[in-house]
């Protein structure tokens, strides 16, 4: 059932904070064994204390997804742990504000290690692990609306990335589909959640949060439940015959 997770294994990257902090507390209060995924050991770890003293179950994975070898021990340690892998939330990513005619070479090839080689290296591995525990399954890579449209100034670096998500996602999907492996992405903007990216690019561009807001039809943040409500319907068992899609949240910001 999409609200219940009951028994599924769920490994969600970048839970340290923010979206995927609360992806992950959610998928645990519907009694799903969380693999909390995290560059930082520190903030990783309050996030399974967090899930563990509301009852939930879940374990700590370090590993830097820009890195194909740690992406590999960590899908590993998934299986290892829970005896198989049947849903994954690629959800890590970074994001350096900068105007592409003042960028460089480093800043960028930072942002594509994570935010899409490192997708690519956590899909290949997942797929790997679903493929070995034959019970089909779901992937979910979090993808942005920046990669269909200038979002904001300073975000092409951050929007580049993503737009090979997008298409990548929908390759992979083809792909394993026949497999009973569905893949697709979430585009999102403005959550309201606390440390997410919506956030850090206000306080990083000075761009008022207002502002932003205006260009929304919906006039508002997106809720975190909503946030959530999303993720569990695309890695359910009844979305399964959703493939290769890029749902978007945005109150309309793309409609316009």
Same mark, same amino acid.
């Given at each position: ?5 009951t028994g ?9 904070r923010?979206?995927?902090r609360?992806?992950?507390e959610?998928l645990?209060?519907? /009694?799903? /064994?969380?693999v909390v ?12 204390d ?6 939930g ?8 997804v820009a ?10 340690a ?17 994001e350096v504000?900068?105007e592409v005619?003042d ?16 997708v690519?290296?956590?899909?290949? /591995? ?5 493929r070995a ?14 990669s ?7 975000n ?7 737009g ?14 026949a497999e ?10 403005g ?36 946030l ?18 890029? $749902? ?7 409609a $316009?």
């Amino acid at each position: 059932m999409i609200d219940d997770a009951t028994g599924r294994v769920v490994l969600v990257t970048g839970a340290g904070r923010a979206c995927g902090r609360v992806i992950a507390e959610d998928l645990a209060a519907r /009694h799903a /064994h969380v693999v909390v995924n995290d560059i930082d050991p520190r903030t990783g770890a309050e996030t399974v204390d967090r899930i563990t003293a509301e009852g939930g179950e879940a374990t700590l994975v370090v590993a830097d997804v820009a890195d194909d070898a740690q992406v590999a021990r960590m899908v590993d340690a998934c299986v290892e742990t829970y005896g198989r892998l049947d849903v994954a939330v690629n959800n890590a990513g970074i994001e350096v504000p900068v105007e592409v005619a003042d960028s460089t070479p480093e800043q960028f090839a930072a942002v594509l290690a994570t935010n899409l080689q490192g997708v690519r290296s956590c899909v290949a /591995h997942e797929i790997r692990a679903l493929r070995a525990g034959g019970r089909g399954g779901a992937i979910l890579n979090m993808s942005s609306v920046s990669s269909d449209l200038a979002a904001a100034r300073g975000n092409g670096l951050y929007a580049a990335a993503k737009g090979g998500v997008d298409g990548l996602t929908k390759t992979v999907a083809v792909e394993v589909a026949a497999e009973g492996i569905s893949v697709n992405a979430l585009s999102f903007i403005g959550a309201d959640v606390e440390g997410g990216m919506f956030q850090r690019f206000v306080a990083e561009t000075g761009i008022p949060e207002e502002e932003l807001l205006d260009a929304i039809p919906a006039g508002r943040k997106l809720r975190p439940e909503e946030l959530c409500a999303a993720v569990r319907y695309l890695t359910s068992e009844e979305a399964r015959f959703v493939v290769g899609t890029n $749902m978007v949240l945005d109150g309309g910001f793309t409609a $316009m």
